[in-house]
């Protein structure tokens, strides 16, 4: 049977987008958030879920770590310190504000920031951190807090790839100085298809990030004038009323692809050289997709052959999630701003590129491989994709 495809949209966000049409038909309400109050309930919602005093709606999660960053109202020449695996959306911004991006090391069974890492990636120049919880597991935040604490950072938790996830007792996105989510289509929830949101505790964090989000406006007082400088990032009402019915779902999103993940580990229980990749204790993954450690020592074909096996199954998964930022040309080759090599050039002293020292990130994207998580699969499609793998294993097994 083939896996099911993903449906997360039902009559709820039907019935949320026709309404809103039909009040802007009727001259009652507007799809951009000026005069609107979509966006405003979604944010309060939002702040509401997460415990936090602020949040802001923004139009992607790459605007959202944007709107982060610049709210840190940073000199050019700054070092943020990344986590290695992470999208692209993480890292642009930090170059975009002229600042530097500076990898830590990924622990090689998590996949996240080592914080031993972080901590030697340090230098007087360091302000932030902006740690990926990866896949759905948040990072080891206690001693990354102590850390920031300790060399006074400011510590952005990026949640897109984990809503709800939980860190010893607490929801990720509750524990640094602000958190960012991205809300595009295949999150664990949307927002119009793409959007993003901002929470923090911080007012002066909150109003930055909102002024900079909407062209550097005021926003906080009468004064209608563009007090900082800004992009514009907004949320659209359209966006919120599918957000406001996809944030009452996401308890139960969660709560499936959790079942659906322990289905697998239970299905693959037996095998000798696969077995389930390792969350820290204390951390519950939200599971925005799946991954498990393979041990090729135990094959007789290397980890790409096992898992295009896996494929021809009919198992939807890919080889890893390929993604060390800093092997991007964009990165390695210094493509910014023409020719100037800006941010990195400013500094007189500054090195030339130099071959990105990350061995813990390779070895944990050697050694994992990724699997489709979501809502729609059940207990049938675990089952069968612990047949597919125990099949292969059996062809395979040294
Ligand atoms: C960790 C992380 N940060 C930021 C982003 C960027 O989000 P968006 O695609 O909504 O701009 C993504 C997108 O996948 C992500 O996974």
Aim: hydrophobic share 40%.
């Amino acid at each position: 049977m083939p896996f099911p495809p993903r449906i997360h949209l039902d009559e709820a966000e039907l019935g949320a987008v026709t309404g809103l049409i039909k009040r802007c038909m009727a001259g009652e309400a507007t799809l951009d958030r000026y005069h609107g109050t979509q966006v405003d309930e979604f944010e309060r919602e939002f702040a509401e879920y997460y415990s936090a005093r602020y949040a802001t709606g923004v139009s992607s999660g790459t605007g959202a770590v944007h709107a982060a960053l610049a709210a840190l109202d940073l000199d050019p020449g700054s070092e943020i310190v990344s986590s290695p695996i992470t999208d692209a959306g993480a890292v642009m911004p930090i170059l975009l504000q002229q600042c530097i991006p500076v990898f830590a090391d990924a622990e090689p069974e998590t996949l996240n920031m080592d914080p031993e890492s972080l901590r030697e990636r340090i230098t007087p120049r360091t302000r932030a951190v902006i740690c990926a919880h990866f896949a759905g597991q948040p990072c080891d935040m206690d001693p990354i807090m102590e850390i920031a604490q300790e060399h006074g950072l400011i510590v952005i938790e990026d949640c897109s790839q984990a809503h709800d996830a939980i860190y010893r007792g607490r929801k990720a996105g509750s524990i640094g100085h602000i958190a960012v989510f991205s809300l595009m289509a295949d999150k664990h929830i949307t927002a119009g298809g793409q959007a993003g949101m901002l929470i923090t505790n911080d007012g002066d964090y909150y109003w930055k990030a909102k002024q900079f989000a909407d062209r550097g406006k005021s926003l906080n007082s009468s004064e209608q004038r563009n007090i900082i400088l800004g992009l514009n990032y907004r949320m659209t009402e359209l966006d919120a009323v599918i957000g406001r019915c996809q944030l009452k779902k996401l308890p139960e999103f969660v709560a499936r692809r959790r079942t659906y993940v322990d289905q697998v580990h239970e299905h693959i229980a037996d095998l000798e050289s696969v077995r389930p990749y390792r969350v820290i204790e204390g951390a519950e993954s939200s599971w925005w997709f799946g991954l498990l450690r393979v041990d090729e020592e135990r094959l007789t074909v290397s980890k790409r052959q096992f898992w295009q096996a896996v494929r021809e199954e009919g198992v939807p998964c890919g080889d890893s999630y390929n993604a060390i930022i800093a092997d991007e040309p964009v990165i390695r080759e210094r493509r910014t701003f023409g020719r100037s090599g800006l941010p990195w050039t400013r500094d007189p002293h500054s090195a030339e590129p130099s071959e990105p020292q990350l061995p813990g990130a390779r070895r944990a994207l050697d050694t994992h491989i990724a699997f489709r998580v979501h809502e729609s699969l059940t207990e049938i499609e675990a089952r069968d994709f612990g047949a597919a793998l125990a099949k292969v294993e059996a062809e395979y097994l040294k």
